[in-house]
């Protein structure tokens, strides 16, 4: 097939890169000049393992290129995909103005009929403001399709090859047997391609994540319980999760969501429901208590020094907001940074892959950058662990020890042992422990 993606961010690329590895030619438009030069010099603007390889393969065999021109990719195209930002607004509602002035330009350049798919993570009733924005626009005939994405940062590519499900919303047979024949490759062995109305696919993305968000605050909250009453929160983790009703995935306490995805998600879902009259009030709990999670480590790290932070320093070990990304948009690190040099005290971070992205749209040259775990520890007062990227979790304690001024570990994602720690003479605190 014939596909235009409009939006290089993390799901177009992505999706486009994805959708030219299966054998489709695949357009990719974006109005951001820099980015598209930089694109089509090699460079890959965001870190996302496999990504580079794929995406550098497709465009040398000549399935996948990238434009600021509609004109090179909508004309004759099967699918346009749009895959714009939909950053949330000052009330919390996500903002569509980016994905319709998508679709005017995907109507202006039509030179037939289309298949017109909501990739971005989009409120109830947006496709039918994308199916106006592109009636004005042209005569030639439609569908509008929801198609929302579930990828995980870190582990998107397996993700779009080998998805645990399609999800398809669309009032069309038309539309609907295309999309069946594109995402057919993906699904060859047995997992299924959920079809619905374009209403239900444009709410499942919300509710899938807010299902996720809340089982990270509700084992926050369980966490902090745990601390007060002398449980470990590791014991309670592995109790619930053998109940096959739970299971065991997102159990895990730790300094709180962010990303892209969760923050956002959280808060549109909140206002499309005030929109309708209701008041969910859970998830504007788990709202909170996130908010909240996100200053727990700095608070211990408070306490521990009774209050007074003034010429402490610390090594953080981890700024994104997960591993294997370089994405800090709602980072809890910036959170905790943040209060610590408020309180008075000096930061050497290090990230494996974040450090630039740090530097250039977050806190810039307010903290010190470290280019290994070990040096960022030289003369810290202690290590404050906040992203449980692979390569910290097997330290050595020895080598760290002697590194500290004093032997002291906040361990933001209990990626440590207490025990074999504390034997090892670390003051150790963790989250809910």
């Not at 939909?86 to 319709?100: F, H, I, M, N, R």
């Not at 994405?149 to 038309?174: C, H, M, Q, T």
């Not at 929160?233 to 997102?250: A, K, L, P, T, Y």
């Amino acid at each position: 097939m014939r596909i235009a993606v409009i939006g290089t961010g993390y799901v177009g690329l992505v999706a486009g890169t994805c959708f030219a590895e299966s054998g489709n030619t695949v357009t990719c438009i974006d109005i951001d000049k820099d980015k598209i030069d930089r694109l089509n010099s090699g460079e890959v603007p965001i870190y996302e393992p496999g990504l580079e390889e794929l995406l550098k393969r497709n465009v040398r065999d000549g399935r996948l290129k990238f434009t600021t021109n509609y004109a090179e990719g909508v004309p004759n195209a099967h699918i346009a995909f749009i895959a714009v930002g939909t950053p949330p607004g000052q009330d919390g509602s996500a903002d569509v103005k980016y994905v319709l002035a998508a679709a005017r330009s995907i109507a202006e350049h039509m030179t037939g009929y289309m298949v017109v798919v909501d990739k971005s993570t989009v409120p109830v009733g947006t496709a039918a403001r994308v199916s106006d924005a592109i009636s004005g626009n042209t005569e030639h005939s439609f569908d509008v399709v929801s198609n929302p994405e579930f990828l995980k940062e870190g582990a998107a590519i397996a993700d779009f090859l080998k998805p645990d499900r399609v999800v398809i919303g669309s009032g069309s047979e038309r539309a609907t047997r295309l999309m069946d024949e594109l995402y057919e490759p993906f699904v060859r062995t047995g997992n299924p391609i959920i079809h619905m109305a374009v209403a239900g696919a444009e709410l499942t993305k919300y509710a899938a994540n807010a299902m996720l968000a809340t089982r990270i605050s509700f084992m926050n909250e369980i966490a902090n319980l745990c601390a007060r009453v002398g449980a470990n929160v590791d014991d309670v983790r592995r109790g619930m999760g053998s109940d096959e009703r739970i299971g065991s995935r997102f159990l895990f306490s730790g300094v709180g969501y962010g990303g892209s995805c969760f923050p956002k998600d959280v808060q549109a879902i909140v206002k499309t429901a005030e929109v309708h009259g209701y008041d969910f009030e859970i998830m504007k709990a788990v709202e909170s208590v996130n908010e909240s999670q996100k200053r727990l480590l700095f608070e211990m790290i408070n306490a521990h020094y009774g209050g007074d932070l003034t010429g402490k320093r610390f090594a953080i070990w981890g700024l994104a907001f997960k591993p294997n990304t370089d994405d800090m948009r709602e980072a809890p690190a910036i959170v905790v940074i943040e209060a610590l040099l408020e309180a008075g005290a000096t930061v050497c971070a290090h990230d494996p892959e974040a450090v630039d992205e740090c530097k250039r749209h977050y806190l810039g040259d307010k903290i010190e950058y470290s280019a290994s775990p070990l040096a960022a520890l030289q003369g810290a007062n202690a290590l404050v662990v906040i992203t449980e990227w692979n390569e910290f979790r097997r330290p050595d304690f020895d080598v760290v020890k002697e590194a500290l001024t004093e032997p002291i570990i906040f361990d933001g994602r209990n990626i440590y042992p207490r025990e074999t720690l504390e034997t090892a003479g670390f003051t150790y605190y963790g989250i809910g422990r």
